[in-house]
T-cell receptor, first 114, second 112 residues
Framework: KAGVTQTPRYLIKTRGQQVTLSCSPI?????VSWYQQTPGQGLQFLFE???????NKGNFPGRFSGRQFSNSRSEMNVSTLELGDSALYLC?????????????FGPGTRLLVL | EDQVTQSPEALRLQEGESSSLNCSYT??????LFWYRQDPGKGPEFLFT???AGEEKEKERLKATLTKKESFLHITAPKPEDSATYLC?????????????FGKGTLLTVNP
C-alpha cells in the first residue's frame, strides 16, 4: 500500500499571504489529522477530519483551517501568514481515528514564511 | 491536560553501547502510547503501540515497555543507522477526540 503523501514538499511564502497544503491518506483510511512541528514547540495537533467533517481541533487561531473531501483527501489552509507559521506541517492518517489506532505520517510540507 | 516528557533531550552513544530512553506521561484514560522514529526532514515513522501497563514489544534492536506512569525504549547494541529523533506520544480521552500528544523527543546519535 502506498503511504501518506503530502504536496508540496517545500513552500516559501511572504507574510500576509495564504497557503494551501494537500494530504492524501493511505487507501482505506478515513481519518486525517494535521500537526505542526517546530523546534521550540515540537509536534502540536491542529485538527482532525473524518467523513468530511472536522471532528477535533487544537489550540490554533482561526487562520488555520482545513477540509476533507469525499475520497478522504484533505487540505489545510493558513491565511494571513506570520513569520511564526514557519514549520513542518505533517499529516497523519488512520482507519477511523478511534482509540488505540495507529496514525501513519506523511513526509511533511516544509513552510518558510519570509 | 495531557502531558508527555521525554528524557534525555539528547543522547550520544558508541556503537554497541546499550541504553534506554524515557517517556513520562500524565493523562486521564490512556488509550495508547506510541513510539515513533523521525529522521531529519522526514515525517515520523511508526515503531510501537503499547496499550496497558506491563506490555512489552520488540523490533530488531529496540524494545518498548510500559508502566502506569512511563515508558522506556531500550536500544540494545545500537548501530549508526539507529541515529534519529525518537518521539513518544500518548492518546487519551473519550468521545471522539483521540488526538496524539507528543513529547519533545530524544535525539539519539550513535557513533561508529
Amino acid at each position: 500500500k502506498a503511504g501518506v503523501t503530502q504536496t508540496p514538499r517545500y513552500l516559501i511564502k511572504t507574510r500576509g499571504q495564504q497557503v494551501t497544503l494537500s494530504c492524501s491518506p493511505i487507501s482505506g483510511h478515513r481519518s486525517v489529522s494535521w500537526y505542526q512541528q517546530t523546534p521550540g514547540q515540537g509536534l502540536q495537533f491542529l485538527f482532525e477530519y473524518f467523513s468530511e467533517t472536522q471532528r477535533n481541533k487544537g489550540n490554533f487561531p482561526g487562520r488555520f483551517s482545513g477540509r476533507q473531501f469525499s475520497n478522504s483527501r484533505s487540505e489545510m489552509n493558513v491565511s494571513t501568514l506570520e513569520l511564526g507559521d514557519s514549520a513542518l506541517y505533517l499529516c497523519a492518517s488512520s482507519l477511523f481515528g478511534g482509540p488505540g489506532e495507529t496514525q501513519y505520517f506523511g513526509p511533511g510540507t516544509r513552510l518558510l514564511v519570509l | 491536560e495531557d502531558q508527555v516528557t521525554q528524557s534525555p533531550e539528547a543522547l550520544r552513544l558508541q556503537e554497541g553501547e546499550s541504553s534506554s530512553l524515557n517517556c513520562s506521561y500524565t493523562v486521564s484514560g490512556l488509550r495508547g502510547l506510541f513510539w515513533y522514529r523521525q529522521d531529519p526532514g522526514k515525517g515520523p515513522e511508526f515503531l510501537f503501540t503499547l496499550y496497558s501497563a506491563g506490555e512489552e514489544k520488540e523490533k530488531e534492536r529496540l524494545k518498548a515497555t510500559l508502566t502506569k506512569k512511563e515508558s522506556f525504549l531500550h536500544i540494545t547494541a545500537p548501530k549508526p543507522e539507529d541515529s534519529a529523533t525518537y518521539l513518544c506520544a500518548v492518546q487519551a480521552g473519550g468521545g471522539s477526540n483521540y488526538k496524539l500528544t507528543f513529547g519533545k523527543g530524544t535525539l539519539l546519535t550513535v557513533n561508529p
